[in-house]
């Protein structure tokens, strides 16, 4: 597995890999109707190539597929962090954050699904607070959590 950075040609799979994630991996978390309002299978691909461009984006490639990805503000807000379903537990996402983690000098934030707060607990986050997301009419919890970090 290497990491590399965006280019916009992988929004279209970054897109298939974020439904299914959701929906394959957040499903013990989160309800059917949750899920669907959550990755409805519509995103924006132009909002979403200008969003990874104006972000430190990187793509985790194994094997010639994309398995992963993550993207963070220069303000230090991770704004998403997947794994596929099929590569979880193999030490992906903590390479994401890792080099994301390096890319900032200050504290980093995000807002965690219920799914991901464990994995973020155990690389020092701690939660700000939890929340209650509206989307569709339908409520979603998650945690702002922090992490404070000396840039080396």
């Not at 013990?28 to 691909?45: F, K, N």
């Not at 807000?77 to 099929?86: F, I, K, N, S």
């Not at 030490?91 to 504290?107: H, R």
Request: aromatic fraction near 10%.
């Amino acid at each position: 597995m290497y990491l590399r950075k965006y280019e916009p040609s992988d929004c279209p799979a970054m897109a298939a890999l974020f439904y299914d994630t959701v929906h394959r991996v957040n499903c013990r978390d989160y309800t059917p109707e949750q899920l669907d309002v959550w990755a409805t299978g519509q995103v924006d691909l132009d909002k979403w190539n200008r969003s990874f461009l104006a972000h430190h984006t990187l793509v985790a490639m194994k094997d010639g597929v994309l398995v992963g990805f993550g993207d963070m503000d220069s303000t230090g807000y991770l704004d998403r962090l997947y794994v596929h379903a099929d590569y979880q537990g193999q030490g992906i996402a903590t390479a994401l954050c890792d080099a994301l983690e390096k890319a900032v000098p200050g504290p980093i934030t995000t807002h965690a699904s219920i799914t991901a707060k464990p994995f973020f607990q155990g690389r020092g986050y701690r939660v700000v607070k939890a929340q209650q997301v509206q989307r569709q009419g339908i409520l979603l919890t998650n945690y702002v959590m922090e992490k404070k970090h000396l840039r080396i």
